[in-house]
């Protein structure tokens, strides 16, 4: 991979200029520092996220039980006590997690993405942030017991906070580039001096005490939803992840793919996009499904004759669905679920069926291209016998029913997410050869650690930014601005919606653009037009998923060409065309909520038909093939208007449409 990487070409002008910078693993004490620290965190993380409460509540019921016995239990009792605190300090539990992913992130991640070594600053930074979290902690009561308005930031307070926000800022710059670094501080500049904007635009003079409250205590800033939920969830499911990956599941999907796709025409493809399903649909993250998967579709795929750049695309855009795909979905979804207070099942459920159309509607544009230029199968030497790959690996769909189980049995994702990790590493003990053992378990934490860094920066960052929204009261400003734009209808606001979204996806990691985009237009969409919650923070989570394919910040698409050694840039236009189905399926799904699985059986299965039909209808549209045959212009106008058809609510519509689309392409194959 690093030869691939080294490959690719130099980034230049506006690119290098919204590109993050250079990653990259210290050796010596320092790599010792980064796996101690790595441990401590993911045990920290386990222990606050699921077994504090059980401990604690298991010492409680065994003291009452000692006191109805007439027993001594006051230190079982205390020790219970003690226990539970945890799950209900959150202030406490992020600043430890900071305490420990800040220092890391400076020592991985350098200032220039041209520099690859550490440096003084570097190492600066990481203690710099170290001490402010040490701050927070050592003086966590003053925080715990903070009364909004009574309550005031002494001068210390102040420093450390201003200092807090410049770490975030510059962690924010290393870690996603310039593009949400940028409107953190235009934010920023808004709320300092928004009081000096005319008309609609100004707002109060705030005092620096109730700015570094809001940010730096308060659970509106960066102590809030996106890192809290970093520190648990999506900490939780990344590690389960990788260790799910190191004990050898990542390998059965592939094997899996490569049996049930491998011998059909564009078979190396196909195996592509069914392997990164599977693994996305646990990972929940583009780059990590691309660096798990892309080192064995990509070279297959290219050995098959796919050039490069569409053997990285291929691969780019299967991995993003798996942030929309059940049942770990990406780290957006625990924000969903947190933001909007709906359990994170019943979104895994809604997402399941859109999820399902986005990959038909990839499988569509694989098999055309596939057939026009007459692409060869999978090697045979490649394809594993579906029999062998089930008895090899049948084992490792084991801790996915775990993970499954729990799901539907109503626990909390962390519960999920512990359980399923201890499911892992307890049946990966019974095959030594891909046992858990503790070097590996160091090397798992280390890794999910460092996966971590973009995401911790990126919703660090966007703390930041609901601090600033909530101070300036820019969400009703923006409210305002929609609905002149759109003239209070519709139809134009979900357009001009979805454009904002992906404009902000092209300059902004998933996270940061989801939360941007439920600060400002979730607003807008639930108050004017009395839209359900579930459908509207799903269409904004469906964009914000696009933006690891979306030019020219494209995290997955940079991942896949590092292993393709292709142009990344030659990536995003065929990327886009082959995500079609994620940018017309958010429309559909908030006209028609059966596809979300909601309504009768009845009312489910036609969104699911009519869904499916829209997404073929978008796919052959835009492609412009039908196998060996080209659709000419005035029928490729057509299918587009079938696909807006196929949107609108009114049965007789999504018929004719259907119809229509059907005959056109009958007519051309």
Request: aromatic share 10%.
């Amino acid at each position: 991979m690093n030869a691939a990487a080294e490959a690719a070409p130099p980034r230049r002008g506006i690119l290098r200029f919204l590109r993050e910078g250079g990653r990259h693993r210290p050796g010596g004490a320092w790599a010792v520092l980064i796996s101690i620290g790595s441990v401590v965190a993911a045990l920290y993380v386990l222990w606050v996220s699921a077994l504090a409460t059980v401990v604690g509540d298991l010492a409680l019921r065994a003291a009452a039980e000692l006191a109805q016995a007439g027993l001594p239990h006051g230190a079982l009792d205390a020790f219970g006590v003690w226990a539970r605190a945890f799950t209900a300090n959150f202030h406490l539990d992020i600043a430890i997690f900071i305490a420990i992913t800040f220092p890391v992130a400076f020592l991985t991640t350098t200032g220039s993405p041209q520099r690859k070594l550490l440096s003084r600053t570097d190492i600066a930074l990481a203690g710099l942030s170290f001490a402010v979290a040490l701050y927070y902690i050592v003086l966590d009561d003053r925080f715990l017991n903070w009364s909004r308005g009574f309550s005031q930031p002494t001068q210390a307070d102040i420093i450390v906070g201003f200092t807090l926000l410049a770490l975030v800022i510059e962690l924010c710059r290393r870690c996603t580039g310039w593009g949400l670094t940028t409107l953190v501080l235009v934010l920023l500049g808004f709320t300092f001096f928004g009081h000096f904007m005319p008309g609609p635009l100004k707002h109060e003079n705030y005092s620096v005490n109730y700015f570094i409250e809001m940010m730096t205590v308060m659970p509106v800033g960066i102590f809030g939803t996106p890192i809290e939920v970093a520190a648990t969830y999506a900490f939780l499911f990344v590690l389960f992840g990788n260790f799910f990956e190191r004990a050898g599941g990542g390998l059965l999907f592939f094997e899996l793919a490569s049996a049930i796709t491998g011998r059909m025409v564009g078979g190396a493809a196909k195996a592509c996009v069914t392997a990164s399903g599977l693994y996305g649909s646990v990972s929940g993250s583009p780059t990590a499904d691309v660096a798990t998967t892309g080192p064995l579709t990509i070279p297959i795929m290219m050995k098959t004759g796919i050039p490069a750049a569409r053997a990285g695309a291929i691969e780019a855009t299967a991995s993003s669905g798996g942030a929309m795909l059940p049942p770990v979905m990406g780290a957006v979804a625990f924000i969903m679920s947190d933001i909007t207070g709906i359990p994170y099942a019943t979104i895994a459920l809604a997402s399941l069926l859109p999820a399902l159309l986005y990959y038909l509607a990839i499988y569509i544009l694989v098999h055309n291209e596939a057939v026009r230029n007459n692409e060869a199968r999978m090697p045979e030497d490649q394809i594993v016998p579906l029999h062998r790959a089930v008895v090899r690996g049948w084992r490792h769909l084991l801790p996915l029913g775990v993970l499954i189980a729990l799901l539907m049995m109503g626990y909390t994702p962390a519960y999920v997410a512990a359980g399923s990790t201890a499911a892992v590493i307890a049946l990966s003990w019974f095959w030594p050869a891909s046992a858990i053992g503790p070097r590996r378990f160091v090397q798992v934490c280390t890794d999910t650690i460092t996966q971590l860094v973009p995401l911790v920066g990126a919703v660090a960052a966007a703390g930041i930014v609901i601090g600033a929204i909530e101070i300036s009261a820019l969400a009703g400003k923006f409210t305002l601005l929609i609905n002149y734009l759109s003239l209070g209808l519709l139809v134009p606001t979900l357009v001009l919606a979805a454009v904002f979204l992906v404009l902000l996806g092209m300059g902004m990691p998933t996270p940061a653009v989801y939360i941007t985009g439920a600060a400002l237009l979730a607003p807008v969409l639930r108050q004017n037009f009395n839209l359900p919650e579930m459908q509207v923070h799903l269409f904004i989570l469906y964009f914000s998923c696009l933006s690891a394919i979306t030019p020219p910040v494209a995290v997955a698409n940079f991942a896949a060409a590092a292993i393709a050694g292709a142009n990344p840039m030659a990536l995003g236009p065929y990327a886009v065309k082959l995500a079609v189905g994620g940018f017309v399926l958010p429309f559909f799904f908030l006209f028609n909520p059966g596809l979300n699985v909601e309504g009768g059986f009845v009312n489910v299965v036609s969104a699911f038909f009519f869904g499916g039909a829209m997404v073929t209808f978008a796919s052959f549209a835009i492609h412009g093939l039908a196998g060996r045959h080209t659709i000419a212009w005035p029928l490729r106008l057509v299918l587009f208007a079938c696909t807006v058809g196929a949107i609108v609510p009114r049965i007789e519509y999504q018929m004719a449409a259907t119809i229509v689309g059907a005959l056109i392409l009958a007519i051309r194959r």
